[in-house]
């Protein structure tokens, strides 16, 4: 499954088919990124981040891109589990020292059993 | 580790009356942040403190809102008079760097408040 942007708020996504989920950022000068997981009644929860100086970091199951070119960051699920049905956020900052963070609005992912 | 604790996790008030959240950061961190996150508007940062002390207070939206750290386990957020535009929920912060790497920010469980 795959989301676009911010303009597709939900994504639907079988149990063990991988996800995309994209961001668009907005601010050329954003130095450091990060996806957070939002689960039901939860506070936001670091995933995985990325600088600038990169356009690929693997995590456990997650991968994030970077495309500086076009201010396009996704986050990449794969072999998707019920647990991973949440909402995701992406994050920009303009450091990776800077306490300041702009999230998205965020986008809401539900796995089919 | 208990992580963040935020109280309460759920409070009804009635407009024009004051509201009082609370956090306690994890022990050794020493940089908080409180946050406010609405559908319309996502999740916005309202304060930062760094060892007790606010650093940016730019994103308070009005004098009604006011944050205290009076020690390095505990801050405060209140509201006074509330308003039932500021029902959202409400996240408490933590990050053990001073002005270190913002990966580092543990969030906690909020406090959802509704403003009748």
């Known amino acids: 499954g795959e989301s676009v942007g911010l303009h597709l708020p939900t994504l639907s996504v079988q149990e063990g088919d991988n996800s995309i989920i994209n961001c668009a950022y907005s601010n050329s000068a954003s130095d450091y990124f990060i996806w957070y997981k939002q689960e039901s009644g939860k506070g936001p929860q670091f995933i995985i981040d990325i600088r600038s100086n990169m356009d690929k970091r693997q995590g456990q199951r997650v991968t994030v891109l970077l495309n500086k070119t076009v201010k396009h960051l996704s986050l990449q699920i794969a072999a998707t589990q019920p647990g991973d049905s949440a909402v995701y956020f992406c994050?920009?900052?303009?450091?990776?020292?800077?306490?300041?963070?702009?999230f998205g609005a965020g986008t809401t992912v539900t796995v089919r059993a | 580790d208990a992580g963040v604790i935020q109280s309460p996790r759920h409070e009804v008030t009635e407009m024009g009356q004051e509201v009082t959240l609370r956090c306690k950061p994890i022990?050794?961190?020493?940089?908080l942040f409180w946050y406010r996150q609405t559908m319309m508007r996502g999740l916005e940062l309202l304060i930062y403190?760094?060892?007790?002390?606010?650093?940016?207070d730019s994103g308070m939206p009005e004098d009604r809102f006011s944050a205290k750290m009076p020690n390095a386990s505990f801050s405060t957020l209140k509201i006074q008079p509330s308003e039932p535009r500021d029902s959202a929920v409400y996240f408490c912060?933590?990050?053990?760097?001073?002005?270190?790497?913002?990966?580092?920010?543990?969030f906690g469980p909020g406090t959802r408040l509704t403003v009748l």
């Open positions: 994050a920009e900052s303009l450091g990776f020292n800077d306490y300041k963070l702009s």
């Open positions: 912060a933590s990050s053990p760097v001073a002005g270190g790497p913002i990966t580092e920010q543990f």
């Open positions: 403190f760094n060892n007790n002390v606010p650093i940016d």
């Open positions: 022990s050794g961190h020493n940089s």
